[in-house]
């Protein structure tokens, strides 16, 4: 068994880190106007450069910038959307525990993405490391799978299969101007796949006029058409979990509800896959991947800083090779450590612990290369 040189990695993560106390004073210090943009963009890219070092001390190959340019893992990239605005809804969305900030989006024009803001951002990340720099960018559900409808202007989108058609092509627009940009890595982020194998969820989407049988379908064609256009040596993989924010998570259920659509449908290269609890149920749909696919094992928690033992994580994933082979494995943790700016309750040293773990876990488990 050997190490890899192309994504997804034997160690890897989903992409987010807990933010700095430095970048969140100067956040802070820019909402209430007592710094500008420009003060902002240096702290932030000082902080990333930072972020990078340290990925690359742990020895994870593939980089990314933390998101640290981010309030949230979605809202962000869709308000750089053509024709997507910020949007201040009633209330937040609901998890187990604690109820998000309401912010959202909404769709004001066509939509189209000519050239996203992100894609600046991810050329930062590659020139200041010589690893793999990676980009996680939502996956296209993310603009209309949560339980409250996103508003959308019906005088621009009337009928909503021409809503969904540009959305793919926005889409598409975007990851082609990553790959443009030199993007070989780039990581889709997909929550409303997952959430619907939580029945709570697909109930509260037949509740709001959605048929939740038809949902998996269309996201899957989204993910399709956002990667119908790209160079034949990029790597798209989908990150999926059950909602991460503050700790706390939004659903619960296995992925047999949704494995024909995951394994059968969509043209990914790889899937990370939350399994770091009984949440996300047992390894039986792994049988369905395809030889040429990468499953990511998110066995390691990013909801807390207790450090999982070597030992067992070994265990969990030779539990998983009687369903898929080795080879086709790889380890992460099992969501980011701050999807939002919020961040998860762990400390810095606890977060860089666990994927120094991972790192040491995957020599141990696959060699080294």
């Avoid at 500008?36 to 742990?58: G, P, T, W």
Wanted: hydrophobic share 40%.
């Amino acid at each position: 068994m050997t190490q890899r040189t192309k994504p997804p990695f034997r160690a890897d993560h989903v992409g987010s880190l807990l933010r700095p106390a430095a970048l969140k004073q100067a956040r802070e210090q820019f909402v209430k106007g007592e710094i500008d943009a420009i003060a902002l963009q240096a702290v932030e890219d000082r902080e990333i450069e930072r972020v990078i070092k340290k990925q690359e001390d742990v020895g994870l190959q593939a980089v990314t910038d933390g998101e640290f340019r981010r309030s949230w893992w979605h809202l962000d990239f869709l308000w750089g959307l053509d024709g997507a605005e910020k949007h201040v809804m009633d209330a937040g969305v609901a998890f187990a525990a604690v109820t998000t900030r309401n912010e959202g989006v909404q769709v004001t024009g066509k939509l189209g993405s000519r050239h996203h803001p992100m894609i600046e951002h991810f050329k930062f990340v590659a020139a200041h490391t010589r690893r793999t720099p990676k980009i996680t960018i939502p996956a296209p559900s993310a603009i209309y799978g949560r339980p409250m409808r996103t508003p959308i202007d019906q005088n621009i989108y009337p009928r909503m299969d021409e809503f969904f058609v540009d959305l793919g092509e926005a889409y598409k627009q975007a990851v082609r101007g990553f790959a443009d940009a030199g993007c070989r890595y780039l990581q889709l982020d997909e929550v409303f796949i997952a959430m619907l194998c939580d029945p709570k969820y697909r109930d509260q989407m037949t509740g709001r006029g959605d048929d939740p049988a038809k949902l998996g379908t269309l996201y899957g064609d989204l993910i399709n058409t956002a990667m119908s256009d790209i160079p034949p040596d990029m790597t798209i993989t989908m990150h999926m979990c059950r909602g991460n924010y503050k700790s706390t998570y939004m659903g619960a259920g296995g992925y047999e509800a949704v494995q024909e659509i995951l394994f059968n449908q969509i043209n990914v290269h790889g899937f990370f896959m939350e399994y770091d609890s009984d949440r996300a149920g047992g390894y039986e749909p792994l049988r369905m991947v395809p030889k040429d696919k990468m499953v990511v094992l998110g066995l390691v928690t990013s909801k807390s800083g207790r450090l999982e033992s070597k030992d067992d994580i070994k265990r969990r994933i030779e539990q998983a090779t009687k369903f898929i082979p080795l080879e086709q494995l790889c380890l992460s943790p099992q969501c980011g450590f701050a999807s939002t700016e919020e961040g998860n309750t762990l400390a810095e040293d606890e977060q860089w612990a666990k994927l120094r773990m991972i790192v040491e876990v995957a020599d141990e488990v696959w060699g080294k290369a």
